[in-house]
């Protein structure tokens, strides 16, 4: 199926996407041109089709999209820049309706104009083939951008004249809008209005999104103040505003794997998926001991994802207590952070079924079931990449000491943990180490990321209890 059958046929842009995802970048360029030429040339007709709701969807109030008619936030920091971002949205009404009465008021441009319009339009059959993206549209935002600057200059030309002599200035305003220039530049810039508020009721989007943050907004302050049901009621008030927000489900799914209600938490995930709402439906599996569905969760969400879902889960999620931790078998999230993807061993090798690399630096984070003792000891097994020896410098608790990771060759490190940290529930162990580039020392690799040692199981063994003494007879 051609890239434009895929947005044409009325499943929208999102498969479009992913035909050109597979296709190299340098190539899509001639893939896209050639296939709007045979479009061009054999079914000019299927220009037509979807034409205006595609055409609409250019002329979209893009911020207002991505945080109130999205389902997901996909990782952008939409809350933290929603004041820079509504005023873009305004600006962006403002210059655009002025573009119009530019390009209708001024009649003999010359040949700038034909650029523009040619510009304008060529982006604007692009991407109605293609798939509507903000990116594609930036030539039509230049254009309108200037003549909508021409059109503001103008009006405070007018705005000065006025001050100078009100009678003159309305005169000259009356006299240009009974022109068939001006008529023509208000009914566009009408027209332009009309279209952008026919696309989308944006005043009811906009109060139905802001009680979705306002509810959400009131569940976090009640979870910090330890009130449970008060945060799971408005969490709810808050998918009643808007029940398609995914990031908003996935939150309140969080609080009920907290709250060990596993079967709520499932109910509340739905079936839409980002991969933030796997990261908590593969903690949800893995609490419920359903590893395989938990490492297929995990793993989607850490390949797919557009962030650092290591360090996302380690934020997010509060993994069971244990005392031994194995690396790269996809059930580790939320313990660690800092390193490449799990990797695996033929088992005839000798070495660990499953490890990661660390990436410079990282950290593994053990929530104990026990509280730490006295002669505690760490257990770490791993090994070093390059030959020789790589140092692998811990930090656990103040103290910080090196390892010597010898390269290709697994050991078993063991190290004792300081007795400052005894009692403590939870052992952190921060890791660094130096770092090389598999490609540059091996050109059939074809790896190019930067790592450092390999690491496959970190544990703590506690010291065994003491016997009570018995008294002598």
């Known amino acids: 199926m051609a890239m434009s059958d895929a947005v044409?046929?009325?499943?929208?842009e999102g498969e479009a996407k992913a035909i050109l995802a597979a296709i190299p970048q340098e190539e899509r360029q001639a893939f896209v041109s050639a296939d709007i030429?045979?479009?061009?040339n054999e079914e000019p007709w299927r220009l037509t089709r979807n034409f205006w709701p595609h055409f609409q969807h250019i002329w979209k109030a893009q911020f207002i999209e991505d945080y109130f008619v999205k389902v997901s936030f996909f990782t952008r920091p939409l809350r933290e820049v929603w004041i820079i971002g509504a005023l873009?949205?305004?600006?962006?009404?403002?210059?655009?309706?002025?573009?119009?009465?530019?390009?209708?008021s001024r009649p003999r441009e010359g040949g700038f104009r034909l650029l523009a319009l040619g510009w304008i339009a060529y982006s604007c059959l692009t991407v109605m083939l293609i798939h509507v993206e903000p990116r594609y549209l930036l030539p039509i935002w230049l254009f309108m951008a200037l003549y909508g600057a021409a059109t503001l200059g103008a009006l405070w030309n007018w705005l000065a004249l006025r001050r100078r002599n009100g009678t003159a200035a309305r005169a000259e305003a009356r006299a240009y809008l009974r022109s068939p220039w001006g008529v023509a530049g208000v009914f566009l810039c009408g027209a332009f209005l009309f279209l952008v508020f026919s696309y989308r009721d944006y005043p009811r989007i906009v109060a139905a999104g802001a009680q979705r943050e306002w509810h959400r907004a009131a569940a976090l302050s009640a979870y910090r103040r330890g009130d449970?049901?008060?945060?799971?009621?408005?969490?709810?008030?808050m998918l009643a505003a808007d029940p398609d927000f995914v990031d908003g489900r996935a939150e309140l799914a969080l609080l009920y794997l907290e709250l060990g209600d596993y079967d709520r938490g499932w109910?509340?995930?739905?079936?839409?998926?980002?991969?933030?709402?796997?990261?908590?439906?593969?903690a949800l599996a893995r609490a419920q001991g359903n590893h395989e569905l938990a490492r297929f969760f995990f793993e989607d969400a850490e390949v797919r994802a557009g962030e650092d879902v290591q360090k996302l889960a380690m934020e997010w999620l509060r993994p069971a207590p244990l005392t031994a931790l194995r690396l790269g078998n996809g059930l580790d999230f939320g313990y660690l952070d800092g390193f490449s993807?799990?990797?695996a061993l033929p088992a005839d090798e000798g070495g660990p079924r499953t490890y990661r690399w660390l990436q410079n630096q990282g950290v593994i984070r053990l929530p104990l079931p026990e509280p730490l003792s006295v002669g505690a000891v760490l257990r770490l097994r791993l090994a070093g990449g390059p030959p020789g020896d790589t140092p692998l410098s811990l930090m656990v608790g103040e103290e910080r000491m090196t390892l010597p990771a010898r390269g290709g060759e697994w050991r078993i490190y063991r190290v004792l943990v300081p007795a400052s940290l005894s009692g403590a529930s939870q052992l952190e162990i921060r890791l660094a180490a130096p770092t090389f580039i598999p490609v540059q020392?091996?050109?059939?690799?074809?790896?190019?990321?930067?790592?450092?040692?390999?690491?496959?199981?970190?544990?703590v063994e506690q010291p065994a209890p003491t016997p009570p003494a018995q008294e002598q007879p």
């Open 8 to 12: 044409n046929s009325g499943r929208g």
């Open 37 to 40: 030429r045979r479009i061009l």
């Open 88 to 104: 873009g949205d305004v600006l962006w009404l403002i210059f655009s309706a002025a573009s119009v009465f530019a390009l209708a």
């Open 228 to 237: 449970y049901p008060g945060a799971i009621a408005a969490y709810e008030r």
């Open 267 to 282: 109910e509340v995930l739905g079936t839409r998926h980002t991969h933030r709402g796997d990261v908590v439906r593969g």
């Open 341 to 343: 993807f799990g990797e």
């Open 441 to 459: 020392s091996n050109r059939a690799s074809g790896d190019a990321r930067m790592l450092s040692v390999m690491i496959s199981d970190v544990a």
